[in-house]
């Protein structure tokens, strides 16, 4: 079963502006990741934030973390074409096993 | 590129055939992890494997069955074939140090 929902499921925006994409979950975690998979590929690792960290960036990606209500988001600025893909969240207990969200579809038009 | 390897890229096989699918994880990662992905679906996490024995698995049947080798390469495999097995299976090797996990190009496991 997945741990939490994705908002929204599909975006589409405006080659320059700014893509927001929320994650919730139910459960404690030692960390939460962000992936970006194109066209059903691999999975590729964008960030990691650890349960102790409120923010986190790394180049035009920006990430939060709120434990109090079990949310982050991921916020990619100045976006470009070739930011189309899936986004995922997944969260990470202790020993490793990471919990998928159900993913944000995010349309870039140039 | 993550250094992680997956083996086929593409497979077709029929119901009740089994299948086996193979991974290379990056250097010096002793953890592997395998995930399946069906359409329009996030991965679920089927196992893990640290220094070759199972240590945590997801909701699936035994028929789903693993290995990991003194190499820490590991391999999937999966018998009695079912339709609903159709996806793409991922397979992922931990960072210890980072916790970051990176994930293989996976395979097209196609059920006919």
């Known amino acids: 079963s997945q741990q939490g929902e994705e908002d929204p499921q599909a975006l589409s925006i405006q080659e320059g502006e700014n893509a927001t994409m929320n994650c919730s979950y139910k459960?404690?975690?030692?960390?939460l990741q962000w992936y970006r998979q194109n066209s059903g590929r691999g999975l590729v690792h964008l960030i990691l934030i650890r349960s102790n960290e409120r923010e986190k960036h790394s180049g035009r990606l920006r990430v939060t973390l709120d434990t109090s209500k079990k949310s982050s988001s991921l916020l990619i600025t100045a976006s470009r074409a070739a930011d189309t893909a899936s986004y995922f969240c997944?969260?990470?207990?202790?020993?490793?096993?990471?919990?998928f969200g159900q993913g944000t579809e995010l349309s870039v038009k140039p | 590129e993550t250094g992680v390897t997956q083996s086929p890229t593409h497979l077709i096989k029929t119901r009740g055939q089994q299948v086996t699918l193979r991974c290379s994880s990056q250097?010096?990662?002793?953890?592997v992890s395998w995930y399946q992905q069906a359409l329009g679906q996030g991965p679920q996490f089927i196992f893990q494997y640290y220094r070759e024995e199972e240590n945590g698995r997801g909701n699936f049947p035994p028929r789903f069955s693993g290995l990991q080798f003194p190499n820490y390469s590991s391999e999937l495999n999966v018998n009695a074939l079912e339709l609903d097995d159709s996806a793409l299976y991922l397979c992922?090797?931990?960072?210890?140090?980072?916790?970051?996990?990176?994930f293989g190009p996976g395979t097209r496991l196609t059920v006919l």
């Open positions: 459960t404690s975690i030692n960390n």
């Open positions: 997944a969260t990470a207990n202790q020993g490793g096993k990471l919990i």
């Open positions: 992922a090797s931990r960072d210890f140090i980072t916790d970051t996990q990176y």
């Open positions: 250097s010096g990662h002793n953890t």
